[in-house]
């Protein structure tokens, strides 16, 4: 049977963690950390507070990764710790609809900033005549959308050439995203200070305001984790495994502290609140049209780079699961030429293309949210019970700060997971609703399993 090959070095990998996690969020998230905090002290605060929890994360997946250096990431650990099941869930929401509708958001994002210079993607082409539109009203598509649709198919045929391949792309186009962020941070590191020193005022404060904040802080963090997923691609995980996930995540908070440092040195509170294109504002700013301009550049390659990478690693999650008997089994073949799990690839391309034509994709990664993170504190608490439930297990790396590192990301994860529920208990129980749908899928590939086990 042919397997996947580790072809990944530690560049590739780096790569994953850095290109995946720094994608539209730099450019979007400040203006709402400032507005729920009211001061630009207090996101900076955030900014490092959520850097060192996703540090965390890191620190723990790098134990966890190197134990199981297998394809699936956080489906290998969950199914260790605490059953079959557990990595069952995780990876029907993967695939469905955390995933996938990450992948849609992407692409959607990449056409809007396109937009910008081809306005005519934004027009209405035609429209279906299913109540999935606005308002329940008819489905309307736009040239934007068929555009999107199509990076994420060209995307997918690419990465079922070879994990060589689809890496070499994300190192040149992680490479290009950071030159051109890096130019955005020179900019405004050269730019006129702003006179305007005082808080911005008309914010929502105190401990709610700072956890709002974090919030969006941590979803322009998400993404460290999706190294682990093609950990089985991975040449020497037990050494590159670790750098790229520490180095990685520490790499993406500094560029996030150093972007954001140049943000506000250039404009006032007042003047980043009001606006919800932070970055073409400051650089528009520094350099005129033409500087705002090189934003929605920059911001199309850098969601060009997390739309790749999370193709070429969420393609390994139902990969996993069929390989182990709990998907459907051509998701679990892999191609004999270029060794990667090829159907699973194009297979999420075509349903993350899908969520893109049916616009419903927001509305999905909000129903979400709640058992996601239940699964991710569950995922890094993994390493504590692997540590009693298989004491003499080799571990090549050893979580460090262990176990307050690891005891920090669960409770913080169980907090937004406590706070979701108070404030979207709707959306909680629809999105809960909507993972136990794999539960009947989930029994008949079991019995099946145990079927064929018992004719042995």
């Known amino acids: 049977m042919t397997q996947l090959r580790r072809e990944l070095g530690v560049w590739g990998a780096a790569s994953i963690v850095v290109g995946t996690v720094i994608g539209s969020g730099i450019f979007l998230v400040p203006r709402k950390m400032l507005l729920e905090t009211g001061s630009v002290d207090l996101v900076f605060a955030v900014w490092i507070f959520g850097?060192?929890?996703?540090?965390?994360?890191?620190?723990?997946?790098?134990?966890l990764g190197t134990m199981m250096p297998e394809a699936g990431g956080e489906y290998n650990y969950l199914r260790a710790a605490y059953g079959p099941f557990w990595g069952f869930l995780y990876g029907w929401t993967q695939m469905w609809v955390a995933k996938s509708g990450s992948i849609a958001t992407l692409a959607t994002g990449f056409f809007y900033y396109l937009a910008n210079f081809r306005p005519e993607l934004e027009t209405t082409l035609f429209r279906i005549p299913v109540p999935l539109g606005a308002g329940g009203g008819p489905l309307e598509v736009s040239s934007g959308q068929l555009l999107a649709m199509g990076v994420i198919l060209a995307l997918g045929w690419l990465n079922w050439f070879g994990i060589r391949v689809g890496g070499r792309v994300q190192v040149a186009v992680t490479g290009c995203k950071l030159l051109l962020i890096g130019w955005i941070i020179a900019a405004?590191?050269?730019?006129?200070?702003?006179?305007?020193?005082?808080?911005?005022?008309?914010?929502?404060?105190?401990v709610a305001g700072f956890f709002a904040a974090l919030v969006a802080a941590l979803w322009a963090y998400d993404g460290w984790n999706n190294l682990s997923m093609v950990a089985s691609e991975v040449k020497a995980p037990q050494r590159n495994l670790p750098r790229a996930l520490i180095f990685g995540t520490a790499a993406v908070m500094a560029v996030y502290l150093l972007t954001?440092?140049?943000?506000?040195?250039?404009?006032?509170?007042?003047?980043?609140?009001?606006?919800?294109?932070?970055?073409?504002?400051?650089?528009?700013r520094v350099l005129g049209g033409w500087g705002a301009n090189l934003v929605s550049v920059a911001a199309m390659i850098s969601i060009f780079a997390a739309?790749?990478?999370?193709?070429?690693?969420?393609?390994?999650?139902?990969?996993?699961?069929?390989?182990?008997?709990?998907?459907?089994?051509?998701?679990g073949a892999v191609h004999e030429k270029h060794a990667t799990p090829g159907f699973s690839i194009l297979a999420l391309s075509a349903w993350s293309a899908v969520l893109v034509l049916s616009g419903r994709y927001d509305q999905l990664v909000t129903l979400v949210i709640f058992p996601s993170w239940i699964l991710y504190g569950m995922a890094t608490a993994a390493v504590i019970v692997l540590r009693r439930k298989m004491p003499a297990a080799e571990r090549p790396y050893r979580t460090l700060g262990y176990p307050v590192v690891p005891v920090l990301f669960v409770l913080v994860a169980a907090f937004l997971t406590v706070q979701t529920l108070l404030h979207s208990a709707r959306e909680s129980v629809m999105g809960l609703g909507l993972i136990l749908c794999g539960v009947p899928f989930y029994l008949r590939w079991k019995s099946r399993g145990e079927s064929a086990a018992g004719s042995l």
Request: no cysteine.
């Open 51 to 63: 850097g060192l929890l996703s540090m965390a994360g890191a620190l723990t997946y790098a134990e």
């Open 188 to 206: 405004g590191l050269g730019g006129e200070v702003t006179q305007a020193s005082m808080p911005f005022g008309q914010a929502r404060g105190g």
């Open 260 to 284: 954001n440092y140049a943000y506000f040195r250039v404009l006032s509170p007042g003047e980043a609140a009001s606006s919800d294109r932070i970055a073409a504002l400051m650089m528009q």
């Open 307 to 331: 739309l790749n990478g999370s193709i070429l690693s969420g393609s390994r999650v139902p990969y996993a699961l069929a390989r182990d008997g709990y998907f459907f089994r051509p998701f």
